[in-house]
C-alpha cells in the first residue's frame, strides 16, 4: 500500500542546476508546512503579520485561525475571526458549561503536489516553482476564478486591489533568501513549522518524522505539503 | 458524516461565491445559439422542409447570439483586457483553454454558412452605388472583382510599375 502522503524526496547525491547557472551536487529543496493545531492557542497573530506582510485586503484571507467547538450535546460547531481582530475577542464568548472541548486550526494554502487549481488555470499562470512552492502570476493571470472555484481548501480569492487570483504564497520573497514565512515568524507558540523536507536535518523534517502526521480532504488526492498534527474528523 | 459542513463557510467564500449571474447568462445564450443552429442544420443540411420558413431566419439567429455570447464572459473576467490569453497562451489541461478554440471553431463555421445560404441576397444587395452597397459588394468576395479591375485601370499602375519593371 502506498501512503495518500507520499511524496518523492530528492537523492541526497543529485546533480542539479543551481541559482548561478552552475552545476551543484547536493539535494535539491523543497518546501513544506507543518501545523501542529495541539499548539496552537487562537491569537490570530499569524493572519495579522500575514495581512501586513502581503497587503491582503480586508475580508480576505491567505491564512485564517478556524475555532471547533464540540459541545455536550453533541453538536460541533465551526466559526473564523474574519474581523482582523487580535484572538476571538470579537466572537461572543463560550459558555464553559455547555462546551465539552474546542480547539484551533490554521489554515493556508496546502501548495499540493497534484493541484487542482493549476490544472484549471487557463492560461497558465498558476504554476509551481522548483521548490514546490504553488504561486500565482498577477501579471498573466486573467481573474475568471476558475482556480478559486477549484480550489478544495478555500484558500484562493480575487483579491480587491489587484482584482487577479490571490493565494498563500508561503512568503516566497522571503523564503528565497532563506527567511521564514511571516506567520511562522510571529507565532508565539511554535504552531507552525516552515522548512526543507528534503534535507534530513531540518526542523520540519525531524517533526514529520517523529509525528503522526495528517492532511487536510486526503480523499482528494491532491497529496497537500502543508501537513498537520491533531486533525480530528471533524475539520474540514 | 460531516456534522457542520454546511453551516461553516471558509472565509474568503464568504463574499459571495466566485462565479456569478454573468456565468449563468452564457450558457443561456449558447443554448439559443446552439438550438437556432440545430433548427437552420435540419432544413439546409437534411432536408426537412417543413422548417423552410424558419431556417434562414434561424441560421441569422444563431450567428448574431454566436457573435455575443463571450461578452458576459468578458464582462466576469477580473481583467477583462488579457480575454484573448485563452488563446495566445493556452493551458491544455484545463477545461476552460479548449473554449477559445472551439468557440471560433464553431463562429466561423456559422460566419461561413451565412455567406453561403445568405448568398444571393447578399449579390442582389451589392448592386448598385452607396455605403450599404459597398458593405454587400465585400461580403459578396465575387462580385468585386469587375469595379477591383477599374479601380486598377484607373490607378493606372501600369505607367507606376513600368519603371520598376525595367
Request: neutral net charge.
Amino acid at each position: 500500500m502506498k501512503s495518500a502522503l507520499f511524496i518523492e524526496k530528492a537523492d541526497a547525491e543529485e546533480v542539479h542546476t543551481g541559482k548561478d547557472g552552475k552545476e551543484v551536487k547536493g539535494h535539491t529543496v523543497l518546501f513544506g508546512y507543518l501545523v501542529d493545531t495541539t499548539k496552537c492557542i487562537g491569537c490570530g497573530g499569524c493572519m495579522l503579520a500575514c495581512k501586513k506582510e502581503n497587503d491582503v485586503p480586508d475580508g480576505q484571507f491567505r491564512t485564517w485561525v478556524e475555532r471547533y467547538v464540540y459541545y455536550k450535546d453533541g453538536s460541533v460547531h465551526v466559526d473564523v475571526n474574519t474581523k482582523g481582530t487580535f484572538a476571538f475577542t470579537e466572537l461572543p464568548p463560550l459558555d464553559a458549561k455547555e462546551v465539552d472541548k474546542a480547539f484551533f486550526v490554521p489554515k493556508l494554502c496546502n501548495h499540493c503536489v497534484d493541484t487542482p487549481c493549476i490544472q484549471v488555470c487557463p492560461v497558465g499562470a498558476s504554476y509551481k516553482t522548483k521548490e514546490g512552492v504553488v504561486l500565482v502570476d498577477y501579471e498573466q493571470c486573467i481573474g475568471c476564478a476558475y482556480c478559486v472555484q477549484a480550489c478544495p481548501f478555500g484558500t484562493r480569492f480575487i483579491n480587491t486591489k489587484t482584482q487577479t487570483a490571490d493565494k498563500c504564497t508561503w512568503c516566497y520573497h522571503r523564503i528565497e533568501h532563506g527567511e521564514k514565512p511571516a506567520c511562522v515568524d510571529v507565532c508565539p507558540t511554535g504552531t507552525r513549522t516552515f522548512g526543507d523536507i528534503n534535507d534530513p536535518e531540518s526542523e520540519i523534517s525531524k517533526a514529520l518524522a517523529t509525528n503522526r502526521i495528517d492532511v487536510l480532504k486526503s480523499y482528494l488526492g491532491t497529496r497537500p505539503k502543508t501537513r498537520y498534527i491533531g486533525l480530528t474528523a471533524e475539520v474540514v | 458524516m460531516m456534522p457542520h459542513a454546511g453551516e461553516f463557510i471558509f472565509p474568503n467564500d464568504m463574499n459571495g461565491v466566485a462565479w456569478t449571474v454573468m456565468i449563468v447568462l452564457y450558457p443561456y445564450i449558447t443554448g439559443l445559439v446552439a438550438g437556432a443552429f440545430v433548427v437552420a442544420a435540419l432544413y439546409h443540411v437534411f432536408g426537412r422542409k417543413e422548417l423552410a420558413p424558419v431556417a434562414r431566419f434561424a441560421l441569422a439567429m444563431s450567428f448574431s447570439f454566436c457573435a455575443f455570447a463571450t461578452l458576459p464572459l468578458l464582462l466576469h473576467l477580473h481583467q477583462p483586457q488579457r480575454a484573448f490569453f485563452i488563446m495566445f497562451m493556452p493551458n491544455f489541461t484545463s477545461a476552460m483553454a479548449g473554449f477559445g478554440f472551439i468557440y471560433s471553431f464553431y463562429l466561423t463555421l456559422l460566419a461561413v454558412e451565412i455567406l453561403l445560404v445568405f448568398r444571393s441576397d447578399i449579390v442582389e444587395m451589392a448592386q448598385g452605388k452607396g455605403v450599404r452597397s459597398l458593405l454587400y459588394k465585400v461580403l459578396s468576395l465575387g462580385v468585386l472583382r469587375e469595379e477591383f479591375m477599374d479601380f486598377c485601370d484607373h490607378l493606372n499602375l501600369d505607367a507606376i510599375l513600368e519603371p520598376v519593371k525595367n
